[in-house]
């Protein structure tokens, strides 16, 4: 069985930055696609970015273009987030989790087979 773990996530003011980890075990780091998700409260979990199993290929939703950057390092068995330029609109819940075998669906959640527990981002104005 895989387990994925969050960490990084915290209060930060408009504008600032963030980092996110997530750490694997249980598995062969390198097979899986891996993605982050979030959900805000009363909201759909939605889609952030995700990252290919080699690292070489990244995809981000719309929302977060530009200031967030989706990383990985195999050697570490880690997927990491920044987020830069933080709005409070970012503030959720932030997930990772990990496609097990392809899809060809990396933005949909139902695509994924392991999920972290969560860690907690708030943004204030």
């Known amino acids: 069985q895989v387990q994925l773990v969050e960490s990084g996530g915290g209060l930060v003011q408009a504008g600032g930055s963030l980092r996110l980890s997530c750490a694997a075990s249980?598995?062969?780091?390198?097979?899986?696609?891996m993605g982050w998700f979030r959900q805000a409260p009363g909201s759909e979990r939605e889609f952030v970015a995700t990252?290919?199993?080699?690292?070489?290929?990244?995809y981000y939703a719309d929302s977060v273009k530009g200031r967030f950057t989706i990383s990985r390092d195999n050697a570490k068995n880690t997927v990491y987030l920044q987020m830069n330029s933080l709005k409070p609109e970012d503030t959720a819940v932030y997930y990772c989790a990990a496609e097990r075998d392809y899809t060809g669906q990396y933005v949909s959640q139902s695509a994924y087979d392991y999920w972290g527990q969560g860690t907690q981002v708030t943004v204030s104005s």
């Open positions: 990252i290919s199993r080699n690292g070489r290929n990244t």
């Open positions: 249980g598995g062969t780091f390198s097979n899986y696609r």
